[in-house]
């Protein structure tokens, strides 16, 4: 492989290689097989991979269907980029390898500053001019412009349309066939703008102007004038709007193709004239050449009595004579008449109907052709870089392939000539790029087995000796010459070239095989057998003298300027048409030795132009006549692959603990390393001067079948790692999360802390302060600290209430603020239990509870035992009715017994204690003993009641004497403060109880008096005492 292609990659196509066969023919084990070849191709075309590489060599086969991998996209894919450094995850599938290699050529271009072609060759239909447009739109799209270099790349591109609407027709084989050869020129300067073209063309096909085979058409050109065409400008042309109607558009009985829209084709077209700078007088001119051609078909000729042409119809070359501007006359003159040159004069003689039509037919072609180089030069011109300065070209071949026909002609012969003298160039490169590589890489050359097909080519183009130089001399030779005569000197002349064979040099096989009027010629690519009929008249290409005398006077500018007076002038004969294909062919053979080499070799897929079919037979047979095997063989002569060391061992380090994960020394001391752990022997492969050699492919596929493995496991390996760091990554970034969070949550909780503290050190602060200044008035201050005080007295105030009116004792010492406002509470309590209290009582109680206030005046303070009686209920009375005698009942019914208890009677005299009763009535009050009232004492009569202060139940009751018939009453009551009160209410007497200390004197009788003498003492007894008073004494305890 040149220096000058190190971006292709072999690498990606090992990868690819079990999925969708091998990406590189190079690396095919079976490289002599045409069917492992065919197998490897078909299985890539099957998965729409329609690319596949021979080294630097792209062979492409026509999928006949949009594949989506031409987009700006892809092309952004490719720009710069080495396929090895793509992203695996786009798969080789969809590269578009034609843009790989316009990138690889450019990059190449640009650091070597050198020029480079791209050869793109194949049969008819094949895809060679879509590859070609391919890469001159990623030119287009991918290389740098400024605003002035737009136009020159728009010129570029509309330049296809111009030159497919002249050159391009539909043909049996492609709707779109190109019917000239073009070498197209693309100058960049030195930062890899664009700024300049160039065309080359070769060999018009301008037989097809006059006549086509059946399902065939004329050029486009003329299909879209007559659809598309304005009607002004129709009318200006004198044509109709009907192909019908033209007898050079009807005769393939095709005026219409599916694929082709010859309206938006004309748009597109006369767009594009306007963009590459047409002025609107050439288009005129140009337009008015397309139509005269048409007109010039629809003259017609009919003989005359002398068997003469005549015009039958003056109508159509009336229009030629207009668009041409050429008098009518004398138009009418050179196509019927042939004007013969005598020593001293001139002779028109008439032509017959045949040699009219012939002349006719001349003309049409010889103005369709010139107008054809006319519009290529005008092109040129357009895109022509007038900056001087230096610049790098890539050029863009397409040209006809090898073609073999049941019938092959002169044309044939000629492409195919030109298919040699590209093979022969192609040889000569690729062999002369391997050994320069050997050499430079130190390896000995090994002379490599292959066809060279110079031999052809000389056969061919020898300089007096070859096919060429004798079909010229035949056509120069006076007399009569004729293509059989041609045929007798070919086989005079070079009957025993091995490559050469007639109906008579072959033998008894050979022979059924041909024609008598044929000759074949073993070409590299396969044998043709060519029929020389027509070889001398389409080697002279010639136009009557008269004719051309005539056509220099159009009007017609194009016209003028293609037929200049000097080729008329001119004596010398003009060059034939293969003499000048043969000059062509050597300049363009030295345009291309200047520059480097790539190659895309288009294969048609079917004949049908379906998509998705392959068809075997057809493939194979194109596989053969370019030269693919062959071309195959020469770049696997030595070794199937080689890679720079470094690149090498990159990628198939890890195969060798020595190499891995890094090889620290010389690279190739690492691939030697390398290799010898892998177990290759020496002859498998060659160590280079910078590169590894390697002979076969299989080598290199135990290699990266092992690649892939360790790649597994490495990913695996890598993957865990991966994970690991992964998690490890996650875990820390939570780990540093939670410690974020909590930092924040502390501090949050220590800025609360702080206020709380802060809060609470103010608090207190006032709380002191208000504590010190709490007898103060109220001030700021201590006005908290106060309400606080307040609050905290109320609140345990409110809990340690009094329960009873009686409590009196129970009251929460008041702090001094609140000593005012205590009081009144106090107060509002009190009243409040009191109105309580008062709230609950009933009507017996208080009438209870007023006796007792009664008692408390009678008694209170001044009687012992009186604290003891306060809580003991008063009752009604002591003795129910039942229990009193009814005698005494009835005598004292009358008076309301009001109340009645059982008392002891002190006898005045003797003191004995007698039990009575004493009943109090309203009246008066009785000592009732059983059955009989003993006394009967009138409360008006009733002068006072004496009451000891001690503990003891005596009472006397003192009776008015007046009334008093047996003394006081010394009586014990055990109920005595009960008695007593009743009596005083009943008797209505409030102070008629006396409390006495000591002693109490009482009459016994009127005048004689007794005493009671009250003491305490240990035990409560009741005596009559020496001095004959009556000693009561109480016990002490009691009153207590
Ligand atoms: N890469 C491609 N992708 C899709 N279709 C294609 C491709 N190449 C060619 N074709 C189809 O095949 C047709 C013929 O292609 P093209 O005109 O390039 O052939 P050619 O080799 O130039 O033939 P000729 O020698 O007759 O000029 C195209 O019109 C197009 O329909
Ligand atoms: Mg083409």
Redesign the pocket.
Known sequence: MRSGHPRLDLEGALIARDRVGIQDFVLLDAFTSETAFLDNLKKRFNENLIYTYIGTLLVSVNPYKELGIYTKKQMDIYMGVNFFELPPHIPPIIYSCSYALADNAYHAMLTEMNNHFFLISGESGAG??EACKKILQFYAVSCPTSSLLDSIRDRMLVSNPVLEAFG?AKTLKNDN??RFGKYMDIQFDRQGEAVGGHILSYLLEKSRVVHQNHGERNFHIFYQLVEGGEEETLRLLGLERDCKHYSYLVQGECRTVRTINDKNDWKTMRNALTIISFSEKDIEHLLGIVASVLHLGNVQFEADRDGYARLSNKAELRWVSKLLGIHVQVLQEALTFRKIEAKTEEVLSPFSVDHAIYARDALAKALYGRMFTWIVNKINDSLENRDSSKKTVIGLL?IYGFEVFYVNSFEQFCINYCNEKLQQLFIQFTLKSEQEEYEAEGIEWEPVQFFNNKIICDLVEEKRAGIISMLDEECMRPGDTTDITFLERLEERMGSHPHFITHRLADQRIRKTMERGDFRLLHYAGEVTYCVVGFIDKNNDLLYRNIKDMIRHSKNGIVRHCFPPTEVDSKKRPETVASQFKSSLAELTEILMAKQPWYIRCLKSNEAKQPGRFDDMLVRHQVKYLGLMEHLRVRRAGFAYRRRYEVFLQRYKPLCPATWPHWKGEPAVGVEKLLIHLGYKEDDYKMGRTKIFIRHPKTLFAIEDAYEICKHELASKIQAKYKGYRVKNEFQKQKEAATKIETCWRGVQARKERERRAWAVKVIKKFIKGYMTRHEASTTDNSEYLTFVRHSYLTRLKNQLPKTVLDKTTWLAPPPVMKEASEILRKLHMRLLVRRYVRGITAQQKAQLQLKVVTSELFKGKKDSYPQSVTKPFADTRISEHDINANVLQIIRHERIKYSTPVVKYDRNGFKPRPRQLILTQIAAYLVEETKIKQRVEYSSLKGISVSNLSDGILILHVALEVKQKGDLVLQCDHIFEALTKLSVVSNKRNVVKVVQGSIKFDIKPGKEGYVDFSSGHEATVYKANNGHLMVVSSRSKSR
């Open positions: 060679k001019t391009n066939s190109s397409d």
